[in-house]
């Protein structure tokens, strides 16, 4: 099965691209991706068009093939393949992206059939991932992660690879630009694990005080533009940047949650998930990921008018297992509901994935009731305590209110009764400070 939709009026400047995919599961998923795929082979390949077009790449032709495993020399079949290069001609095509794992040899036989450079998904959103990342800690990241990626694919150069380097930076006339390369990239991944090291213990320390403060962390998650950064703009009052791409926000955001009743938590808004999530990647973003691990509740945010948000919402959930996210609490929120077609029944969408709530985030609709239930959530793992705070430790109550919620107060002579929902932790800290009892 082929399709085409060529357009001869694009400017020359553009690079223009042509995708290909095949069908079966032995065929896009691999023991290297975090997550098997959830799509079906042609939702992936429109999903791939997506990401050729976020990476500024112009998708003038698709082909698609019904395979059940892939060809061990040329990905798709010999035929298919150069049909494929036909494409590439006709479109006068830079870039052939493949919608599956590839090794190198694979890499190799379709650049010399298509006569262009051959890509696949993992390695268009590690060139994605490089081109959004702002911060020191974001570049950091997704270099590493291509110079990983990098050292698995050095098989593939050819016999250019294989000749004898020699020269300064080498061990020897007889030493091959295959090892010299190979060395050289070992040496680079070793500094720049040794800078995220830092940034890492950074972060963990930032983490402990926080946990010392006794104030809640929730994070937003979720499949790429889910809508997670107009919906962190819309609860905290934010401007991060939001845009309708796929990756539009690589650094990880972390701002004040102002509940109504006046308790404050953190909300954080991190990267994206998607399918076929390269492990480099993973790995490299762990420091980043790991907020989502410590955090308190987990906003699972979830594009309820895409056609596969079914499909997404598991991707996600795989994501978060395979990073240890098993037991955290969790609300689902089914946003863009002013997208939603008419005539979805809310009611059994949310009693299917309770607790669950449908908001618009960028109409502002439902963020109140996402508020309520968040509070709510958070409060299971609070306690309820009753604290006699004298006038002169007035200062106290202001804190209080920040970290939990006060139910009840009673003012006195000297002093005033207050119970409230705090932390087992801040609990025994102002039990210790005023010599109060539950």
Not at 147 to 172: D, K, V
Request: neutral net charge.
């Amino acid at each position: 099965m082929t399709q085409e939709y060529i357009e001869n009026d694009l400017p020359g400047k553009e690079i223009r691209a042509v995708l290909a995919g095949i069908s079966g599961e032995g065929c896009r998923s691999s023991s290297q991706d975090l997550a098997t795929f959830a799509l079906s082979p042609e939702e992936s390949l429109k999903e791939l068009e997506r990401l050729a077009e976020t990476m500024g790449y112009r998708v003038c032709a698709s082909v698609f093939q019904e395979k059940r495993v892939p060809d061990a020399a040329t990905y798709m079949g010999r035929g298919k393949a150069e049909e494929l290069a036909a494409h590439v001609e006709s479109c006068h095509a830079s870039v052939v992206i493949v919608d599956g794992p590839l090794t190198p040899s694979q890499v190799r036989n379709l650049h010399e059939i298509t006569g262009v450079e051959v890509i696949n998904r993992k390695e268009l959103i590690l060139r994605i991932f490089a081109s959004r990342a702002v911060t020191r800690e974001g570049k950091i990241q997704v270099e590493l992660a291509a110079r990983r990626h990098e050292l698995t694919r050095l098989a593939g150069h050819g016999a250019e690879m294989s000749n004898p380097g020699g020269g300064i930076g080498t061990r020897g006339p007889g030493e091959q630009k295959i090892e010299t390369e190979r060395r050289s990239l070992r040496t680079r991944i070793a500094r720049l694990n040794r800078d995220l090291t830092r940034i890492r213990q950074v972060r963990s320390q930032q983490r402990k005080l926080r946990r010392v403060s006794g104030i809640p962390l929730v994070s937003l998650v979720g499949y790429t533009n889910a809508g997670k950064s107009t919906l962190f703009n819309a609860l905290t009052g934010d401007s991060t940047l939001c845009d309708d791409k796929l990756f539009a926000t690589l650094d990880p955001w972390v701002r004040k949650w102002t509940f109504a009743a006046g308790e404050v938590v953190l909300l954080c808004d991190t990267v994206g998930f998607i399918q076929g999530l390269p492990h480099e990647l993973v790995a490299a973003f762990r420091a980043t990921l790991e907020e989502s691990l410590d955090a308190d509740l987990l906003i699972h945010v979830i594009d309820v008018s895409s056609p596969v948000w079914k499909e997404q919402m598991v991707t996600t959930e795989r994501v978060l297992e395979e990073l240890g996210v098993r037991d955290t609490a969790r609300i689902n929120c089914f946003n863009k509901l002013d997208l939603l077609e008419e005539g979805r029944d809310q009611d059994l969408l949310l009693e299917l994935h309770r607790p669950a709530v449908c908001v618009s985030a960028i109409k502002g609709t439902g963020l109140d009731q996402l508020q309520t239930m968040a509070a709510a959530e958070l409060s299971r793992t609070r306690q309820t305590v009753t604290l006699n705070i004298p006038y002169a430790s007035w200062s106290l109550l202001y804190e209080i209110r920040q970290l939990g919620t006060v139910l009840e107060e009673e003012h006195g002579l000297n002093g005033a009764r207050v119970t409230c929902r705090l932390s087992p932790e801040d609990i025994k800290k102002y039990a210790k400070i005023l010599g109060a009892g539950t």
